[in-house]
C-alpha cells in the first residue's frame, strides 16, 4: 500500500478537537433518519478532508457524517449544506453518489452544521496507475472515470433544481481573476515568475464558447468509490468545491493526472503508459468528446494550464501560511514546496498552447 493510500485509508479514534456530543447525535439520529437505531459506535476517517468526515456505526448498519470544522471559518468555506444539496439533487437523477438521510443546519447539535450520508463500501484508489487492478482491466477504470464526469456533465442544471447553485458564464475570467488576486496579495510566499507570466497571459487567452455545467472542481479517482470487483463508480465523493462552472475545466483538472507528478497529487507523469495499459492523454480526451458529443476540444493546453494555474495559486497560499506559522502541519509544509513545480507546468501548458 503506497505512502498516501496508508494515511487516508480507513478509520481512527475521533481527534482531539473533532470529538462529537454522541447523546446530542442519537437523538437527532433517531428523530431524523428514517430506521436508525442505536447504539452509536464513531470514528473519524483518517482521509485530509477539509470538511471532518465520521463513520457511524450501529448493530445493523453504517452511515457516514460530513461536518463543518469547529472554530472561525471564513465566509462560504466548508459549506457541508451545499454538498448535501448537491448531492440530493444529483442522485434523484441516478447519478452515482451516497444517498442523504438527512441535514442539520441548526448548530445547538454539534455545534456546527452537519449532514448524514450512506455509507458506501467499495474500492478507493490513491494512485493514478491504478497498481491492484489487472493490467487488463485498467483501460475499463479509466473509461468508468471519465464515463462519470460525461455524466456529470450532461446533467441539466435547472432541471435538477440547481439553476442557481452558482454564477453562470464568464467561468473563466473569474476564475483567474480571484486566484490571481490571492497570489499577488500573499506577498510573503513571494512572487514566482512561471506564475507572473500566467497571470498575464491567461486572461488574454480564454478560448471562445460559454458553457455551464454542474462541476465537482476536484474530481481525481481518490474521490471515487468504485465496486469491490468491477470497473464500475458506485459513489462520487467530496462535493465541496463543486458549483456551477465550464465543463472543460473540470474534465481538465482530472486529465491533468497525466502531467501531475504522482509525489503532489495522485498523477501519471513519469509513467509508462504502454506498460500499464493505461490510455494516453489523446485517448483519454477523444473518448470524453465521444461522450459529449465533441469532435474535438480545441485549445486544450489552455485548460490544462488553467488548471495548474489554479492548483499553483491554492499551494502558493499553503506556502504563505507554513511562513506565518499557522499552517505548520508536515503536510502543509511538503505542499508549499511543491508550489513552484506546478507553476512551472502551468507555464509548461501555456507554451504548448501558444505553439498550437
Known amino acids: 500500500m503506497s505512502a498516501a493510500a496508508e494515511?487516508?485509508?480507513?478509520?481512527?479514534?475521533?481527534r482531539a478537537g473533532y470529538e462529537l456530543d454522541r447523546a446530542a447525535l442519537e437523538a437527532w439520529l433517531c428523530g431524523h433518519v428514517d430506521g436508525f437505531a442505536g447504539p452509536l459506535e464513531v470514528d473519524?476517517?483518517?482521509?485530509?478532508?477539509?470538511?471532518?468526515?465520521?463513520?457511524?456505526?450501529?448493530?445493523?448498519?453504517?452511515?457516514?457524517?460530513?461536518?463543518?470544522?469547529?472554530?472561525?471559518?471564513?465566509?462560504?468555506?466548508?459549506?457541508?449544506?451545499?454538498?448535501?444539496?448537491?448531492?440530493?439533487?444529483?442522485?434523484?437523477?441516478?447519478?452515482?453518489?451516497?444517498?442523504?438521510?438527512?441535514?442539520?443546519?441548526?448548530?445547538?447539535?454539534?455545534?456546527?452544521?452537519?449532514?448524514?450520508?450512506?455509507?458506501?463500501?467499495?474500492?478507493?484508489?490513491?494512485?493514478?496507475?491504478?497498481?491492484?487492478v489487472p493490467r487488463d482491466a485498467r483501460p475499463d477504470y479509466f473509461s468508468a472515470m471519465n464515463g462519470v464526469l460525461a455524466q456529470l456533465h450532461g446533467v441539466d442544471p435547472e432541471a435538477v433544481g440547481l439553476g442557481d447553485y452558482g454564477r453562470p458564464g464568464n467561468y473563466f475570467a473569474?476564475?483567474?481573476?480571484?486566484?490571481?488576486?490571492?497570489?499577488?496579495?500573499?506577498?510573503?510566499?513571494?512572487?514566482?515568475?512561471?506564475?507572473?507570466?500566467?497571470?498575464?497571459?491567461?486572461?488574454?487567452?480564454?478560448?471562445?464558447?460559454?458553457?455551464?455545467?454542474?462541476?465537482?472542481?476536484?474530481?481525481?479517482c481518490d474521490n471515487m468509490v468504485f465496486a469491490p470487483d468491477e470497473p464500475r463508480v458506485l459513489a462520487v465523493l467530496d462535493w465541496e468545491l463543486s458549483t456551477l462552472g465550464h465543463p472543460l475545466a473540470d474534465f481538465a483538472y482530472n486529465a491533468m493526472m497525466y502531467r501531475m507528478p504522482p509525489d503532489i497529487v495522485a498523477g501519471?507523469?513519469?509513467?509508462?503508459?504502454?506498460?500499464?495499459?493505461?490510455?494516453?492523454?489523446a485517448e483519454y480526451v477523444a473518448a470524453y468528446c465521444a461522450r459529449t458529443g465533441r469532435e474535438s476540444i480545441p485549445n486544450w493546453d489552455f485548460y490544462i494550464a488553467f488548471n495548474f494555474f489554479r492548483l499553483a495559486a491554492i499551494f502558493h497560499g499553503i506556502k504563505g501560511r507554513v511562513i506565518r506559522g499557522n499552517a505548520a502541519s508536515a503536510q502543509a509544509a511538503e505542499r508549499a514546496t511543491k508550489f513552484p513545480v506546478l507553476a512551472r507546468l502551468a507555464r509548461e501548458a501555456m507554451q504548448a498552447c501558444e505553439q498550437g
Open 174 to 220: 473569474r476564475q483567474i481573476a480571484r486566484w490571481s488576486k490571492q497570489y499577488l496579495a500573499d506577498e510573503e510566499a513571494g512572487r514566482n515568475a512561471d506564475m507572473d507570466v500566467l497571470v498575464e497571459w491567461l486572461p488574454e487567452n480564454i478560448p471562445p464558447g460559454e458553457e455551464t455545467a454542474i462541476v465537482h472542481g476536484d474530481l481525481r
Open 44 to 132: 473519524q476517517f483518517k482521509g485530509g478532508q477539509s470538511n471532518p468526515t465520521y463513520r457511524l456505526t450501529t448493530p445493523t448498519r453504517s452511515y457516514v457524517l460530513r461536518r463543518k470544522p469547529p472554530g472561525e471559518i471564513l465566509k462560504g468555506a466548508h459549506a457541508v449544506e451545499r454538498e448535501a444539496r448537491v448531492m440530493a439533487a444529483l442522485g434523484r437523477t441516478g447519478f452515482p453518489v451516497p444517498a442523504i438521510h438527512g441535514l442539520c443546519e441548526n448548530e445547538s447539535v454539534l455545534g456546527t452544521p452537519f449532514f448524514v450520508m450512506e455509507m458506501v463500501e467499495g474500492r478507493i484508489f490513491w494512485d493514478a496507475t491504478f497498481p491492484d
Open 268 to 281: 501519471l507523469h513519469g509513467a509508462d503508459l504502454a506498460a500499464l495499459n493505461i490510455p494516453s492523454e
Open 7 to 14: 494515511g487516508n485509508t480507513g478509520t481512527t479514534a475521533v
